[in-house]
């Protein structure tokens, strides 16, 4: 049974890692010296962060925080959030990991319904974090090589989750989905799920102790916490961690600090070609850079091509889900894909397609797509009702997408919600916005039906490049040139930013509260920088 926290001398280096906390004393032992991560012009190794990771875990443990307790770390990407981290799955603690951006409200609502023990605020590295802390009565606990931590009151009311017999069942990651019913779902995902994902995705993608990888997702998202913090430090390379995207420090780092693996979203991308194309700064250099992957959000076929463009590099594609930790396919490098299939299962994962009533579909068929592995998670947080409802007794997991099957490859169609009916024919927003984000004047676009006669239709939020300017009726035109009736928007709004999550997905529930407040008629040539607020065609 765990006890109150495992000691430097209690983890078997001798095996490869089976829980979390093992990776980095791991490679402390095999190469002290290797960098493990850079922040900024800050460096530190796998020994020192073995180090840190033994001392914070300490701090921890005097905090009152112990095995099955909630441990609630509000944070920006940094050295001081990675440590914490490591360091709360280490005394056996629950990591409930958070973006300091969040609101308010937002960071209120997982505090209260996840019943942290403490909340630890990464306050040297996020000014937002400070903010968070501040309010709550926090203080700073200490000061190491990377930065303040702070603690906030101490929940005396708070109880311990029963710790399981065996640690690889334990739970290594409480993490909240922004969802959209508006109430804070945790999903619980174990050190086995985690590590099979971390693995399996490194295994995939050919992660190497030699590689720099570019950490610029949200550790706060699983995306960033698995695919790319765990897999990495799994496969002993080096973290260069941001907390923001910006395209001419990713640019920088690709030639400065030798970068060979970027995953990042679409949208990231596709504002990275806007930004090199807006520059003239092709051909982009980076002489390490060798694999470019997307995850998190739809790809679509204009968003590849400039991208691919861009860095002369194929951009591989994969698939996940938060229940999933988050993998359930990714391309293969040694077979790389002309169109938009987020590629095969990775191994140890099945896949099953069903139609509205459960009926199982054909794979050429377009159905909801079920998935069984390693990789699903125990559950969602005191809500068993919800988690019976999404995994059945089975083990396969109801992910709420739609998806068809070519041969073994996967393509996603779009969300069972978002499914458009139109006149009885069904509408899958991802292909309209395929289409709108192929103008070259439009950055990108989403789509969402709304009830109107016939059913529903389709509305279109489009985000122009910089400096580009369009007329409607052309961007219309060129819609209705590649879609059949039904599948046209019959509303086109324009709109300065995308309500967009800090991955850069764009949030389609806040989309229809826009929607109906933008009444107002557009202009006959639209420009991103002369609009301010969303305008309708």
């Known amino acids: 049974m765990l006890s109150k926290a495992v000691a430097t001398s209690e983890v078997d280096t001798a095996r490869e890692p089976s829980t979390v906390f093992e990776i980095i004393p791991y490679w402390a032992e095999r190469a002290p010296g290797r960098i493990a991560l850079v922040e900024g012009s800050r460096n530190y190794s796998y020994f020192e962060l073995d180090k840190f990771v033994c001392d914070t875990a300490d701090m921890l443990r005097r905090s009152g925080i112990g095995p099955g307790d909630r441990a609630m770390i509000v944070c920006e990407n940094c050295c001081a959030a990675v440590v914490t981290y490591f360091a709360a799955t280490r005394i056996g603690a629950w990591p409930v990991i958070v973006n300091a951006r969040l609101a308010d409200r937002e960071i209120d609502d997982v505090r209260d319904h996840s019943g942290a023990r403490r909340l630890i605020y990464t306050t040297a590295a996020s000014p937002r974090a400070k903010a968070h802390c501040l309010r709550h009565g926090g203080v700073v606990v200490g000061s190491g090589p990377f930065g303040d931590i702070a603690l906030g009151p101490l929940n005396e009311s708070a109880e311990a989750e029963p710790v399981e017999g065996t640690l690889t069942s334990d739970v290594a990651a409480l993490v909240y989905t922004t969802g959209t019913t508006g109430r804070p779902k945790g999903v619980m995902l174990s050190h086995e799920n985690l590590l099979f994902v971390a693995r399996e995705s490194a295994k995939i993608r050919d992660l190497r102790p030699d590689d720099g990888i570019f950490a610029v997702l949200p550790i706060s998202h699983i995306l960033g916490l698995t695919g790319v913090l765990i897999s990495s430090l799994l496969s002993g390379a080096r973290v260069h961690l941001t907390s923001r995207f910006d395209p001419a420090a990713v640019l920088s780092a690709i030639n400065k600090d030798a970068i060979s693996v970027i995953i990042g979203t679409p949208p990231m991308y596709a504002m990275l070609a806007e930004y090199v194309d807006r520059n003239k700064l092709l051909p982009v250099g980076g002489q390490a850079l060798r694999l470019i992957s997307a995850a998190g959000a739809p790809l679509d076929a204009a968003t590849k091509a400039m991208t691919e463009k861009t860095f002369g590099l194929t951009l591989h594609n994969g698939y996940g889900i938060t229940e999933t930790s988050p993998t359930i396919t990714l391309t293969r490098l040694d077979a790389p894909r002309t169109d938009c ?180 008629p557009c202009s006959p040539i639209l420009t991103r920088s002369a609009v301010a607020e969303p305008t309708v065609s």
Request: charged share 25%.
């Open 341 to 520: 299939s987020v590629g095969r299962l990775m191994p140890g994962i099945e896949a099953r397609l069903a139609g509205t009533d459960g009926t199982p579909l054909a794979q050429d068929d377009i159905g909801e797509l079920f998935v069984r592995g390693p990789g699903v998670m125990k559950g969602y947080y005191k809500a068993p009702e919800e988690t019976n409802q999404a995994v059945d007794g089975d083990g396969w997991f109801k992910t709420g997408d739609l998806a068809r099957i070519e041969g073994d490859h996967l393509f996603i169609v779009g969300r069972s919600k978002e499914l458009i009916i139109r006149f009885g024919y069904n509408v899958y927003p991802v292909e309209v916005e395929s289409v709108l984000n192929a103008h070259p004047s439009v950055a990108r676009s989403a789509v969402i039906g709304r009830e109107a006669e016939g059913g529903e239709e389709a509305l279109a939020f489009v985000q122009l490049k910089e400096g580009y300017e369009i007329q409607v009726a052309d961007l219309s035109e060129f819609a209705a040139q590649r879609l059949a009736p039904y599948k046209r928007p019959s509303k086109i709004y324009l709109t300065d930013a995308m309500p967009s999550s800090p991955t850069g997905k764009i949030i389609k529930s806040a989309l229809t509260a826009m929607a109906e407040v933008c009444a107002k």
